[in-house]
């Protein structure tokens, strides 16, 4: 037996000697056995003392912003030396909230003001009638929100003010964040983490005191908050004249590994305004660029926040209203209280629209206080990284471009990537993973992908994948567009798959061909009776494109073809394809 160690220098000179030649994860397991150690000792040597309690976060995300706010507090909160249970609410038994006693619920809001899927049980329990007491409970609330909504967090309002009303005390008052949350995160990261260290104490002020290896550094981890600088190798047209969109294949340097992606993911952008429009704002305004501004923190020439750190091509809200304070504009007032009205007349303005329309004296500090945080632009990742070795695939529509007066009204992200960059530009880019939409772990699985227009991509990923590990279930492609000759993305390599078998069925819809409109829901409602069928042997559906009416029509058309190929009932229909859904077989990226 060892004799006891009493001296500390003679404690690390040991500890030091059997850290040598360790790796940094043998360092961080050998931190995690020696805590737990002490974490046992501590509670075997005291009487009557109760185990150390742990914080519990869940979080739910549409977007992966939760996600990763969820896992920065885990992180934080461990390195502060608490115990610490990471969950996503898609993952947990809801009712289990009723055995939990400090909560921290990282939660979005998606679109009109409705929870995100993996929220969505949570969401009906808390708010309904067989909700359980929680009176022991403590909780804090993270909501994260788009106040281009006017629905501006309301699941966080709601599950904040649900679970008080069912007893539960808080520790720290709600925290509302917007799109552009990064400074406000910093911020209430620590608060929370000093808020709740009183809350874990044990009933004696004596906390575990858990020893720790520090290992080297490990290798920068390129996120949302640290992206990486990735090379353009490539862009090309996907469509051709006379077509009325402008759509581009566009391959990025991945790195050695930097950017680490499964099919399904997406690429995540932070792009920067274009010169002529930030010109533009400046002519308007009558504002130097040199001008220095400081907001959050931070000093920077006006320039400088105008071109990458402010929002010029969308208007949300809050730069709405505060245009209509301070001109005192009896129009936008009522159009801030039309909600469907604001919706539509923001869709057709950028920022410089609307100072235009309605004149203000600003100087630069004003001008920048008022506008929104630049965000990242999401892009579904078009390639395996099996197949594409080193690449990073997107699909891209421009959206707007130059009016007939030569002014810029174009999206931020699309225009730079479909005319600015060039091979050989660099671009600031990560990888935001999507789990919820993966193809199935049994490669026999048949698939089915809808994807009309650019959404598209992902399924371009899914099949080089499936292709590059020898997978052998049948693969169906629903896609549409309006013209065949003009807009049939990928055309060639969806007919070479077809040749070789990776594709077994192609169904495209042309809507403009001909003189009746025809998308991809009636495409599903013509082969409704083999799309069944396919189901029945144990199909994955995957849907992906724009959530502004194709989602919801291609919803309706599965499920009449269940209702008429399976007979069912509208209702019994819903619940096929409820259980799809919940067995992750009927999965969706929608936006």
């Known amino acids: 037996m060892l004799p006891q160690i009493k001296d500390q220098q003679e404690l690390q000179r040991r500890v030091g000697a059997l850290a040598t030649g360790l790796t940094p994860e043998q ?37 992966g912003n939760g996600r990763g706010v969820a896992e920065r507090l885990a992180e934080s909160a461990s390195a502060a030396g608490l115990v610490v249970e990471l969950k996503s609410l898609a993952e947990v038994q809801v009712r289990q909230i009723a055995r939990l006693k400090l909560l921290v619920l990282v939660v979005s809001t998606h679109g009109e003001g409705d929870p995100p899927a993996d929220a969505a049980a949570l969401h009906k329990l808390l708010l309904g009638d067989r909700a359980p007491r929680l009176d022991k409970l403590r909780f804090s609330v993270f909501a994260l929100g788009d106040s281009s909504y006017p629905d501006f967090c309301q699941t966080g309002r709601e599950l904040d003010e649900a679970l008080a009303g069912l007893g539960a005390q808080r520790f720290l008052d709600r925290q509302e964040v917007d799109v552009d949350f990064e400074v406000q995160e910093a911020r209430w990261r620590p608060e929370l983490i000093e808020a709740v260290k009183p809350l874990l104490e044990r009933s004696d002020n004596h906390a575990n005191r858990h020893l720790q290896l520090v290992p080297e550094p490990a290798a920068p981890r390129f996120d949302r908050r640290n992206p990486f600088s990735a090379e353009v190798l490539e862009t090309a047209p996907l469509t051709v004249a006379p077509s009325r969109k402008v759509v581009s294949h566009v391959v990025l340097s991945a790195g050695q590994g930097a950017l680490d992606y499964q099919p399904g993911d997406a690429l995540g952008l932070w792009p920067t305004n274009d010169p002529a429009l930030v010109d533009e704002l400046l002519t308007l305004t009558n504002l130097d660029a040199n001008s220095e501004v400081e907001r959050d923190e931070q000093s920077l020439s006006l320039g400088e926040w105008l071109s990458r750190r402010l929002e010029l091509t969308q208007v949300v809200r809050p730069f709405v209203q505060a245009v209509a304070e301070r001109s005192g504009s009896a129009e936008l007032a009522r159009l801030l209280d039309d909600r469907q009205g604001f919706q539509g007349w923001v869709r057709q303005r950028q920022v410089i629209d609307v100072l235009r329309e309605y004149p203000l004296a600003l100087d630069a500090t004003g001008l920048v206080t008022m506008l929104r945080g630049l965000l990242p632009r999401l892009y579904s990742i078009a390639s395996s990284p099996l197949a594409q070795e080193g690449e990073v695939h997107l699909v891209v529509k421009r959206e707007g471009g130059r009016s007939d007066d030569g002014r810029l009204r174009a999206g931020v992200a699309s225009w730079q990537l479909t005319g600015a960059v060039k091979p050989g530009d660099s671009l600031p880019v990560y990888i935001e993973p999507n789990p919820r939409f993966r193809l199935p772990e049994d490669g026999d699985r048949p698939v089915i992908m809808i994807g009309p227009g650019t959404g598209v991509a992902p399924f371009r990923g899914f099949l080089e994948h499936r292709q590059a590990l020898g997978q052998r279930g049948p693969n169906w492609l629903f896609f549409g567009e309006q013209h065949r ?27 403009r061909d001909q003189a009746e409109r025809i998308y991809v829901q009636h495409r599903i409602a013509e082969y409704g009776k083999a799309l069944f069928e396919w189901l029945e042997e144990g199909a994955h559906i995957y849907v992906c494109g724009s959530g502004q009416g194709m989602a919801s029509d291609v919803h309706k058309a599965l499920r009449e073809a269940i ?23 009927y999965q969706k990226d929608v936006y």
């Open 563 to 585: 209702a008429r190929h399976g007979r069912f009932d509208a209702d019994g229909a819903e619940d096929y394809l409820q259980g799809l859904a919940n067995s992750a077989r």
């Open 485 to 511: 000759r003009t807009d049939f993305l990928y055309q060639l390599e969806w007919q070479r798959h077809q040749k070789n078998g990776l594709l077994t069925r192609l169904s495209v819809a042309f809507s």
């Open 27 to 63: 360092m961080q397991w050998a931190s995690g056995y020696l805590a737990g150690l002490a974490a046992s000792a501590a509670d075997v040597s005291v009487t009557g003392q109760q185990t150390q309690e742990k914080l519990t976060i869940w979080y739910g995300s549409e977007t």
